[in-house]
């Protein structure tokens, strides 16, 4: 197995915007005011956009680079696939690639949704299988698309419109299924969290995956706040971002062949409320919901740090 | 007391209807057009003490209310064409097995992701032959609220008497659209319970042996009487077996309990079959077009009749064939590429005789694309 003891290289860490490349996606497209997929996603393609075909399902992302009839939104390729099996198609894809020795990376850009629920089956046979994909999974925490449903990834006590907030229902009554950890326990090659408040750990983060599909699968969980959804003004999607990460709501972690790093930590940790009360979909909330969240968040990040500290004390020893 | 009337969407209507006819436990996944079933049904269902279930896909979806109907439930899914092509195996399941429940489809433009936001009739066929093997089904349709709500309930006691899965074709635009219904009052459209075994505790049951009236009354899966389940060719206790006799005698009782009492589940509307020289055949959100032309120009004197049939799967043919004796010209006015028109041409006598009116551009279908047809039919050029 000395391929997995492999550290990928990457460059020295620059200011984000000197390892961009061209914009690929067109200004004016139909996302909402304040959308972090957008965002992430012209990140994506300012990252990876030299030979990225990109995979997408129905949902909010293909339509902010598919276009309409009247043109693209973007000016790389795209193939939209079916929810179920999206990691099944660009596998087939990527190993036509693999098979007629030509350039290209595949770049999976799926929902949540997609990701954890309908299409997990899939994607967990394509980490299995190692398939050389980069799969990007924009986390809104919901069906944003058909209307604010709830999924698997949506979080505790959180209304949408299936998880009703009323007399005899207040929000999700269980917690959301933690993917990217999923992910990194089936040992792929590159597993990591990203979050758009945090854009350069974002773009090292997307170049890493590059090099990744070299040897396997990358997997990136990206969060995504949705205005729309999420119920909260359109000019506080970055302060959301940051404050999840701040709250150590969602850290920020990667994995090599399930070696864990912390990407980045925050110096002062706030409580997980300054997050949760930015967000209307959390107003019913009382403060034993807030501390039930908070004892969850703790002990999400605890665990994500205890597996990261293994990582080092494993490093060391080998040193 | 004056009846409630309300102003709803046709999606809300199934949710009321079912609940109406009993429904206790909903499982569904988010696809447009018939989110708005799962969103109502996870508002309304907590209230009654209910089951709402948000499954991670179409194929869990049913498979869960399958599971539940088994232990005495009143079921249903929704979901739209691509998830209808996902339920399919075990929409086959639920036949072979003989479990009640009840699936909304409402019908979006395809194949494939398609036109979600758009209104189509094209998955008629998919409802009668989705899933593999011989397997008689039953589908219902309905073009407006009122009778979307009475189909609803129907579906539900459909699904109860004859021990099989029921289709309920909804399509985009009846799905979403609003318009005014009058709530029925309780006991107003009858609802048929479950057909309980008298068999007591400790005696032996057997699942699968109808009674002389065909019905097959249920237990209780886990409860008093033990007996077994599967998706396998079965005997009376639910082994599996490869004995031809029986393996024949299961193929001929799903078929026949289903295609010989077509008579009791033909449901339809007709409008001036009378004395119409032109018979207009029409189901869903196609039936209003239909319909409207029908009454505009019997104003004006030409002889045209309406046909609206109501229960699509089994294909109500005595009756098409009967409606249509003495017409002239048949037109079938449908939104996809020709379904129902293929079963009326089978149905009718001279089947010259049968036209079709379509569009598949994910408008709604007008009276006037009617008409233009119409007017090419009676060779008067466009």
């Known amino acids: 197995m000395a391929e997995e003891k492999t550290l990928f290289k990457f460059p ?3 200011r984000v915007y000197e390892q961009l490349g061209e914009d690929r996606l067109s200004n004016g497209i139909i996302a909402c005011p304040g959308c972090a997929e957008e965002l992430g996603l012209r990140y994506v393609l300012r990252t990876l956009g030299q030979d990225a075909t990109l995979f997408g399902i129905p949902g909010c992302s293909i339509l902010m680079y598919m276009g309409n009839s ?7 390729p795209w193939f939209m696939g079916a929810m179920t099996n999206i990691a099944a198609m660009a596998s087939g894809y990527s190993r036509y690639l693999q098979k007629t020795k030509q350039k290209g990376t595949p770049i999976v850009i799926a929902g949540d949704g997609s990701a954890s629920d309908v299409g997990f089956q899939s994607l967990s046979g394509a980490a299995e299988r190692g398939e050389k994909i980069i799969f990007i999974c924009l986390d809104n925490e919901g069906y944003m698309n058909t209307g604010m449903q709830r999924s698997s990834s949506t979080p505790y006590k959180s209304w949408t419109s299936t998880t009703p907030v009323g007399e005899f229902a207040r929000g999700k009554n269980k917690e959301a299924k933690y993917l990217p950890l999923l992910m990194a326990f089936h040992n792929i090659a590159y597993t990591a969290t990203a979050n ?3 854009l350069q750990d974002y773009v090292q983060k997307l170049n890493k995956a590059k090099e990744a599909i070299q040897h396997g699968m990358a997997y990136i969980h990206l969060l995504c706040p949705c205005d729309t959804g999420w119920r909260y003004p359109s000019d506080k999607t970055i302060d959301i971002s940051q404050k999840a990460v701040d709250t150590n709501y969602f850290p920020l972690w990667e994995a090599e062949y399930g070696h864990f790093r912390m990407t980045y930590e925050p110096k002062k940790v706030l409580p997980v409320k300054e997050y949760i009360s930015m967000q209307g979909k959390y107003r019913h909330l009382k403060d034993e919901d807030l501390e039930e969240i908070q004892e969850q968040t703790d002990k999400r990040y605890n665990r994500i740090k205890a597996l990261a500290e293994s990582g080092e004390k494993q490093a060391q020893a080998k040193e | 007391m ?8 046709g999606n809300e209507t199934c949710v009321r209807a079912a609940l109406y006819a009993g429904l206790d436990f909903f499982a569904g996944y988010p696809i447009t ?17 209910g089951s709402f279930l948000q499954m991670e896909d179409e194929i869990s979806s049913l498979c869960s209310i399958i599971g539940a109907s088994l232990t005495g439930h009143k079921v249903m899914t929704a979901t739209s064409g691509p998830g209808f092509s996902l339920m399919q195996e075990a929409l086959g399941f639920a036949v072979m097995t003989e479990i009640p429940c009840v699936i909304a489809d ?13 209104g189509s009739q094209g998955d008629v066929y998919q409802a009668r032959w989705g899933t ?8 219902l349709t309905a073009s407006n ?4 709500f009475a189909m609803t309930v129907e579906a539900f006691n459909m699904a109860e008497t004859f021990r099989t899965p029921v289709v309920l074709l909804l399509d985009e635009i009846t799905g979403h659209m609003r318009e005014p219904l009058t709530l029925p009052r309780e006991g107003e459209i009858p609802v048929i319970e479950r057909l309980r075994t008298s068999v007591p505790e400790g005696v032996d049951y057997h699942p699968y042996l109808p009674r002389e009236d065909g019905r097959l009354p249920m237990s209780d899966f886990g409860g008093k009487h033990r007996y077994n389940v599967t998706g396998l060719y079965h005997d009376m206790w639910g082994f599996p077996t490869t004995d031809p006799k029986v393996i024949h005698g299961l193929i001929h009782h799903l078929m026949d309990k289903i295609e010989n009492h077509a008579h009791e589940i033909t449901r339809y509307r007709e409008y001036y079959l009378d004395d119409a020289h032109t018979v207009l055949i029409s189901y869903g959100c196609s039936a209003r077009t239909a319909l409207h032309v029908v009454t505009s120009r019997r104003r004006r004197g030409e002889k045209l009749g309406l046909l609206e049939i109501q229960s699509l799967w089994p294909f109500p043919a005595e009756l098409v064939r009967a409606k249509c004796e003495h017409a002239h010209y048949i037109l079938v006015v449908e939104m996809n590429m020709g379904q129902v028109v293929h079963e009326v041409k089978k149905a009718v006598q001279d089947p010259e005789r049968v036209y079709l009116a379509n569009r598949v551009d994910g408008e709604f279908i007008t009276p006037t694309d009617v008409r233009n047809i119409m007017r090419l039919v009676h060779g008067r050029g466009v």
């Open chain 2, 2 to 9: 004056r009846q409630r009337t309300e102003f709803i969407q």
């Open chain 2, 106 to 118: 409402v019908q979006r433009g395809g194949p494939s992701t398609g036109l979600p936001t758009h």
């Open chain 2, 33 to 49: 057009p018939s989110s708005e079933i799962t969103e109502h049904m996870a508002a309304h269902l907590p209230r009654i003490g």
């Open chain 1, 12 to 14: 020295k860490a620059k």
């Open chain 1, 196 to 198: 758009v408040g945090f």
């Open chain 2, 132 to 139: 593999q093997g011989d397997h008689a089904i039953i589908s």
């Open chain 2, 145 to 148: 609220h009122q009778d979307l």
């Open chain 1, 70 to 76: 009247q043109g693209s939104y973007s000016n790389v």
